[in-house]
């Protein structure tokens, strides 16, 4: 699996819909100071799933929506959607039906996030789980945060070994097997 593309409506500073082709290859994204490189890479983790909007740099999660500027008025709604290549058809078990798949995330203020993986609506659970089984996902060491490195050297041999499980692609088992504890 691999992303093809990106797009961005009304979320941050990207109110007009957005869209970035994600070429084979290394991808690199350059631009002033505040012109949003880093909510670009925040647009990828929160339509993976992300369920913390401290680590959006948010104080709630509807602060990820535009929230006006200059002349332009704040909006109701974000959405976010991600484009992934599945021709190699190494998507998860139960989204591997298609060549693509796209995943989308949508907010509106006040009602919460509505998640669908090709037009048809599934759980936020359900995207998390679509990724951690592909060894990524917002919380996988694929996305390294800025100081993570740091973290990562002095951290417990418990939280070192999540990292690890995440990396080996297990993750995912033992998020379904502490669900099916909880049942
Ligand atoms: P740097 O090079 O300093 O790291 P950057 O390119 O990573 O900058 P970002 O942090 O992605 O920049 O973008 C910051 C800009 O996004 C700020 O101008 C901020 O006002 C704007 N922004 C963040 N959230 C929203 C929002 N909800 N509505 C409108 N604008 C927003
Ligand atoms: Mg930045």
Not at 19 to 26: N, R, T
Not at 161 to 173: P, Y
Request: proline share 4%; charged share 25%.
């Amino acid at each position: 699996m691999k992303f093809t593309r990106l797009r961005l409506t009304g979320f941050k500073s990207f109110v007009d819909p957005t869209d970035f082709v994600i070429e084979p290859g290394l991808t690199g994204v350059v631009g002033p100071n505040g012109c949003g490189k880093s909510n670009l890479v925040e647009a990828l983790r929160w339509v993976m799933g992300e369920s913390s909007y401290k680590s959006m740099r948010a104080s709630g999660m509807d602060d990820v929506i535009f929230a006006g500027s200059g002349k332009r008025p704040a909006r109701n709604v974000a959405e976010v959607s991600v484009v992934l290549d599945n021709t190699d058809r190494t998507a998860p078990a139960g989204f591997n039906g298609d060549d693509s798949l796209e995943i989308s995330r949508r907010i509106e203020r006040e009602t919460g996030s509505a998640y669908r993986v090709n037009g048809r609506e599934v759980r936020a659970r359900d995207v998390q789980l679509l990724f951690a089984d592909a060894s990524t996902g917002s919380r996988s060491p694929s996305m390294v945060r800025q100081g993570q490195i740091g973290e990562l050297i002095n951290a417990k041999p418990t939280s070192r070994r999540q990292i690890l499980e995440e990396a080996a692609g297990i993750s995912g088992l033992h998020a379904r097997r502490h669900e099916a504890e909880l049942r």
